[in-house]
């Protein structure tokens, strides 16, 4: 795959206009493939190299790339935590909800890709916040109980008992109405698949079970 010189702050992959606003993230998971791939992503250089864009830069580049050929989701989803630039990312994502409501482009829907850390990295419950401005929800559970996540996930000091956090998330964005909540883990990595079915679903999520090299959907 050949990388463009120029990191990129929006991107594509399949039916969606996706948003690279940090590569900051408290996990250092064993199956990122960030570290796999040398930030790379399909032809695109994800690797901001600590130059965070600004709101009004993603919006300015959105804007740009959804001009250019249909799309169905618009996805924050990059190499780090989106939650990581909570504000940025819910300025973004009522800028979106203005286009649709002013019929600026086709319907789309609105995707929150995280690793379910979210109020631990911000203090607070931010999914009443994320409630207002996100459609679909995404969420790391990766794992059946919390020694196994913090193998997986390998999280940074203060978040070693994050495993407990991300179900917590995934409850609340369960009890949110959001239209579609999902929780997946990843094959091969040393997590029960079943059981983290069983826990996605008590939890009230839709379970996904994404290969191994899955990347960012």
């Known amino acids: 795959m050949q990388t463009t010189n120029a990191p990129k702050t929006v991107y594509r992959f399949g039916d969606g206009v996706y948003i690279n606003l940090t590569n900051r993230c408290p996990n250092l998971c064993a199956f990122c493939i960030k570290t ?31 001009k250019k050929a249909p799309f169905k989701e618009v996805v924050f989803c990059g190499y780090g935590e989106p939650t990581m630039r909570l504000e940025t990312l819910l300025f973004v994502a009522q800028t979106l909800k203005g286009w649709m409501a002013q019929a600026k482009f086709p319907p789309f829907k609105i995707r929150l890709n995280t690793n379910g850390l979210g109020n631990l990295i911000n203090h607070k ?35 070693e008992d994050g495993f407990d956090a991300v179900r917590d998330f995934i409850r609340l964005c369960a009890a949110a109405g959001f239209e579609r909540v999902v929780a997946s883990c990843v094959d091969q990595t040393g997590a029960d698949p079943a059981a983290v079915k069983k826990i996605a679903e008590a939890d009230g999520a839709i379970f996904y079970l994404r290969s191994f090299l899955d990347a960012q959907d």
């Open 125 to 159: 419950n931010i999914v009443p916040d994320l409630a207002k401005v996100v459609d679909l929800v995404n969420i790391s559970l990766n794992a059946q109980d919390a020694e196994t996540w913090k193998k997986i996930v390998r999280p940074a000091e203060g978040y």
């Open 36 to 66: 796999k791939w040398k930030m790379n992503f399909h032809g695109n250089n994800l690797n901001l190299s600590g130059n965070e864009p600004s709101a009004g830069e993603v919006v300015s580049a959105l804007e740009a790339e959804l």
